[in-house]
């Protein structure tokens, strides 16, 4: 009885870019091997012509040996300068903003290709990434920015991957930049109740009045204050809207000079489009800033811009820079004779003000606009333990509450 057709063991098909052996027309064999994307972005294809089958299956093989070892023709005399040129071109992804992509740029041409941009691509391996790597750290740069740039070349050699123009990503086995002994983190130990307070009181009367109220009291990152216009405020229901965020955009031109631009994106996350509460200090000091923006409409005149709906201002009407806010607001603390925290640092105690208060580690979560729960855990660890400790502590407390009715209970039923 013979064996079903269906049943019948299947010669096994070689994975897609493993290459083919065929015979033409004129009956010679051929091995052909996908040789991946060439300079020009066209796919190229490596071909050896056999006069047996046998000798064009040997003729791939060799083929398939070359590609792993990274030697195929096409791709060989490739630089680092052409992969990231091909990466420009067709590897950033569309949707991503334009701020980040300028960074990625900016990243690849100030680090990246300076060091390693003419070396041949299947010259770099992980030990050259690390050379280079220990090489930034003798120069003095942090690992902060040496994480930067590795994560940069990553993306380029994972786009070459990809593309096939290699093989193997030699970034993601090179070592992972830390921080020295002595390095000292710029993030500022949190304001006590008493430092917030100072705050709020010494800034009010300057023309970073209303910005520190909003980053004190609502924990909104700089670039959700800066990026706040009067229409995004209701003052009939008390309200808040987080729409926008306004970055510094630096252009590189081919001639070395800079053009920086100020631009509005969506919020940082879904989660940071979020409708706020306003108390009656921050519609106070958003009065306050009315009148300031007003006396300083009446000062430029013809000169004020009209089109800006922004907040906060220049003093001809144009929307802040996030640079000359940090500029100002560093001033002022030495004039008001604070303790210098970051701007940043006012979002970081309002959530431990927050948490230190009792207030729910989701509500903290929602007013920051973190995208989960699991980050506002991460970043205030140390704040988050006291929740968990008072968690245990309401445990506690439940269970001595009904552990003596239950004991009485016992006893009057033995009585």
Same mark, same amino acid.
């Given at each position: ?8 063991? %299947? ?27 060439? =300079?020009?972005?066209? &796919?190229?294809?490596?071909? /050896?012509?056999?006069?047996?089958? !046998? ?15 990274? @030697? ?5 005399? !490739? ?16 949707? =991503? ?39 930034? #750290? ?25 593309? @096939?123009? $290699? =093989? ?19 993030? %500022? ?18 023309? +970073?009045?209303?910005?520190? #109220? $909003? ?5 909104? &990152? ?10 995004? $405020? ?8 987080? %729409? ?93 004779? +604070? &303790? ?7 979002? #970081? ?16 979560? &929602? +007013? ?21 400790? /008072? ?22 039923? @033995?009585?």
């Amino acid at each position: 009885m013979g064996v079903k057709p269906e049943l019948k063991a %299947r010669k096994p098909r070689r994975a897609n870019g493993d290459g083919s052996v065929y015979q033409d027309k004129q009956g010679r064999w051929i091995a052909s091997l996908d040789a991946g994307i060439g =300079i020009d972005g066209k &796919r190229k294809r490596a071909t /050896r012509v056999r006069k047996t089958r !046998q000798e064009a299956s040997q003729a791939l093989r060799q083929m398939q040996v070359k590609k792993q070892d990274n @030697r195929l023709k096409s791709n060989e005399r !490739q630089t680092l300068n052409d992969l990231f040129q091909q990466w420009q071109t067709y590897g950033i992804p569309e949707g =991503i903003r334009e701020t980040t992509k300028q960074e990625y740029l900016y990243l690849s041409k100030r680090y990246v290709l300076p060091a390693l941009g003419h070396k041949r691509v299947i010259d770099i391996t992980t030990q050259v990434v690390d050379s280079w790597l220990v090489g930034m #750290h003798q120069m003095g740069y942090s690992a902060i920015t040496r994480r930067k740039a590795r994560q940069n070349m990553n993306m380029i050699f994972k786009f070459g991957v990809k593309r @096939r123009f $290699i =093989i193997v990503n030699p970034v993601s086995d090179s070592m992972m930049p830390k921080n020295d002994a002595n390095y000292v983190t710029q993030v %500022r130990e949190s304001l006590s109740l008493e430092e917030w307070l100072k705050y709020l009181s010494g800034f009010k009367e300057t023309n +970073l009045d209303t910005f520190v #109220h $909003i980053g004190a009291l609502l924990g909104l &990152r700089r670039g959700e204050i800066i990026g706040l216009n009067w229409s995004d $405020i209701d003052f009939k229901s008390n309200h808040l809207f987080v %729409r926008h965020s306004a970055r510094e955009l630096t252009k590189h031109r081919q001639d070395g000079s800079t053009e920086t631009t100020l631009v509005l994106n969506d919020p940082k996350t879904k989660h940071s489009k979020r409708k706020l509460v306003l108390s009656p200090e921050i519609i106070d000091s958003l009065n306050r800033q009315k009148l300031r923006q007003k006396k300083a409409r009446l000062a430029a005149g013809s000169a004020w811009n009209d089109q800006e709906d922004a907040i906060f201002t220049t003093s001809v009407g144009t929307r802040l820079y996030p640079s000359n806010v940090y500029k100002q607001y560093g001033k002022l603390i030495k004039v008001l004779g +604070l &303790r210098y925290v970051r701007i940043h640092d006012l979002r #970081h105690s309002v959530a431990r003000l927050l948490l230190d208060d009792e207030v729910p580690l989701e509500s903290v979560s &929602r +007013l920051l606009g973190h995208s989960s729960l699991s980050i506002t855990m991460d970043i205030y660890a140390q704040n988050v333990q006291s929740v968990v400790d /008072r968690g245990a502590r309401g445990m506690s407390a439940l269970y001595q509450k009904n552990q003596l009715p239950l004991v009485l209970k016992r006893r009057h039923a @033995r009585q």
